[in-house]
């Protein structure tokens, strides 16, 4: 330790010293127990060196959550819908102007509870392989590449772009190879061989890390090839720090230093579990098994330098964070608390729910309606429900737009719109049915609103019950919604149906007989608006599922199967009912004149891929235009075809763009048997389109354009 020259203030709290010397002069004067203290996420006082009470939890998964009032976007699975990498970072540029906001009033106020703070426990950028996954919602989707791209957008809207100081901490979770089942997930071993960690479970985080700069990361509960993930060496040492070169700290997910010596008994004791974990790179403990690391300095299990180094790693977010420097300093600081869920942020909710939307049917140009019908009957028991619309880990939106209010503020005066729920929110109940009938008999359309509920799907022990674990059971609509939507539709009245959910549902039925399918995701504060707006056509839908809809669990390996094989549109070679990347429009687009240059590459150099994409119909719109690639004559098992770009574009009617796109080799690489990623002699198909290639027969508007190219010379590794 050491003091200025004047004698009058420790070197910890001089701002011209770098951080790293003043946390270090910070550290050096606590005690063993003082440092314990501060390894928990509700981390007391010490008032001897002026640090003020500090409680790490916090949520901001698609709005600052759980804080009181916010705004709240699209839950994260309809953010992955928009496939809009630059809307992703403006939303999360919005979530931390709120979350800096409120954090700073809390302060004047001396509140510093949970949910006050600047380190934030998201994005979750875990792969969503199987729908039957209750947190699948929390996600980006199912891809690798997608995730990747959401999540490093999301990550860097969160920090900010500041040299010295950190906006806010984002936290990408939960590492690694974490996917359900809810139940096991405290006992689970993930078993997984190199390529599918490397190769799936692995890149999201790894692009976070890398590109992003994230500068916090959640273990997992479960074990993944034998060791808890939050306190496996392999992962959190060998791979985050020494190959990523991560320099962050890391938080343990909530209890899940308990369960190594509790559930997956690894080691006896809780001092032996808090030892291990702080040994092998885990910092912070959501818990207070940590608080044991005193006893385990004084048997021997862990050294106090080990344990420093924790210490100094969390010391480091704080001090980056500005909290031991004068407000004027930082300039996040200054961001007036009047920015919460401000009409600039609720127009950007509504933005986002817009671009979330996701056109799965529309027979015979259904949609958009007329705003002048002369009645129009709304029946489903998520219509009028503000449940759905914020999803999980959310906070509490000043003002809501459900689909019954969008639909009766968007049609004129003279439209009677009628609204029956007819049955529960479970489908269960089926007492209400004929009043559903009888309205819809009434209308010109009806508009059924189905789906599930985040008081359904979600974490364990978060969800109300009703399904038990949080986690799916089948795929369809839960109860007897199907039935209700029956006998709606055997009205004869046209039928619109409108789908809230946080996963893929088998709307098999639906899909054969309704007319016009609209799927709607949770979608925020502003869902119920973006939904009226697109079904009656002031917003032309273009938004892209990020997940694949299978027909039945019959189609599934089973769910505690981690390996890849026959997960996701990449590994799954069955007839899905909506594939991944599917989506309509009201317009219609073509795809020519697809470039790549050069057609014959040396490995470990890059491909230009460029294509004209026009929009052929009468209707300004936006296209998403996906490019996937397919190593045609790989040496090692690798997928049917992966994602590697996508641009969303807007094009007036009638004009076309040029697209560009660059394959990396990255992009072109392999995975090995032992986890090595290297790019190797073959050829590679490029397929771009609205869609997948081998799927462009679902759609009617799409087309897709297919082109080879081929890589020479000898094998390379990638880094």
Partial sequence: MRDDPQGDRPAYLDTSLPISERVDDLVSRMTLEEKVSQTVHAAPAIERLGIPEYN?????????????????????????????VELMHRVATAIS?????????????????????????????????????????ETYGEDPYLTARMGVAFVTGLQGDDPKYLKVVATPKHFAVHSGPEPARHTFDARVDQRALRDTYLPAFEACVREGKAHSIMGAYNRVNGAPACASKALLQDILRDEWGFDGYVVSDCGAIRDIYESHKVVETPEEAAALAVRNGCDLNCG????????????????????????????????????FDPPEMVRYAQIPYEVNDCRKHRRLALEAARKS???????????????????IAVVGPYADDRATLRGNYNGTPAEEWTVLDGIRHKVGRRTTVLYAPGTDITGTATEGFGE?????????????????????????????????????????????????????????????????????????WADEHVPAILEAWYPGQAGGAAVADALFGDYNPAGRLPVTFYRSLEQLPPFDDYSMTGHT????????????????????????????????????????????????????????????????????PVPLRQLKGFRRVRI????????????????????????????????????????????????????????????????????
């Fill in 569 to 636: 549109y990449r590994f799954f070679r069955g007839d899905p009912l909506y594939p991944f990347g599917y989506g309509l429009s009201y317009t219609e687009f073509r795809y020519r004149d697809l470039k790549l240059s050069p057609r014959r590459v040396a490995a470990g150099k890059t491909v230009s891929v460029s294509v004209v994409v026009e929009n052929t119909g009468g209707r300004a719109g936006e296209e998403v235009v996906q490019l996937y690639l397919t190593d045609r004559k790989a040496s090692v």
């Fill in 97 to 137: 102007d709120e979350a800096r906001a409120k954090h700073h009033e809390f302060v004047r106020r001396g509140v510093r509870d949970m949910y006050t703070g600047l380190t934030f426990w998201s994005p979750n950028v875990n792969i969503f392989r199987d729908p039957r996954w209750g947190r699948g919602h």
């Fill in 652 to 719: 007036g009617a009638g004009r076309r763009r040029r697209v560009r796109f660059t394959l990396t080799p990255r992009d072109m690489s392999i995975v090995d048997d032992s986890g090595r990623r290297l790019v190797e002699p073959g050829e590679f198909q490029v397929s771009v389109g609205g869609c997948q290639p081998e799927n462009r027969g679902a759609l009617r508007n799409v087309n897709v354009v297919t082109d080879t190219f081929e890589v020479t010379g000898d094998i390379t590794p990638v880094a």
């Fill in 56 to 84: 790490w939890w916090n949520e901001c998964l698609h709005g600052v959550g759980r804080a009181g009032r916010a705004t709240v976007f699209p839950q994260a699975i309809g953010l992955a819908a928009t496939w809009d």
């Fill in 436 to 508: 559903g009938v009888t309205i819809a008999k009434q209308a010109d359309v009806a508009i059924v609103v189905l789906g599930s509920s985040p008081l359904l799907e979600g974490e364990e022990g978060a969800v109300c019950g009703l399904l038990g674990d949080g986690d799916r059971h089948s795929l369809a609509l839960p109860g007897r919604q199907e039935d209700l939507l029956k006998a709606v539709f055997a009205t004869g009245t046209p039928v619109v149906l409108v789908l809230t959910n946080g996963s893929a549902v088998a709307i098999n």
């Fill in 288 to 323: 207070e098994v940590f608080l044991f690391l005193v006893s385990a300095v004084q048997k021997g299990l862990l050294s106090e330098e080990e344990l420093d180094r924790s210490v100094k790693r969390l010391f480091t977010a704080r001090f980056r964070l500005g909290m």
């Fill in 357 to 375: 939307l996701v056109l799965l049917k529309n027979e015979g140009g259904l949609l958009p309606l007329r705003k002048d019908l002369d009645t």
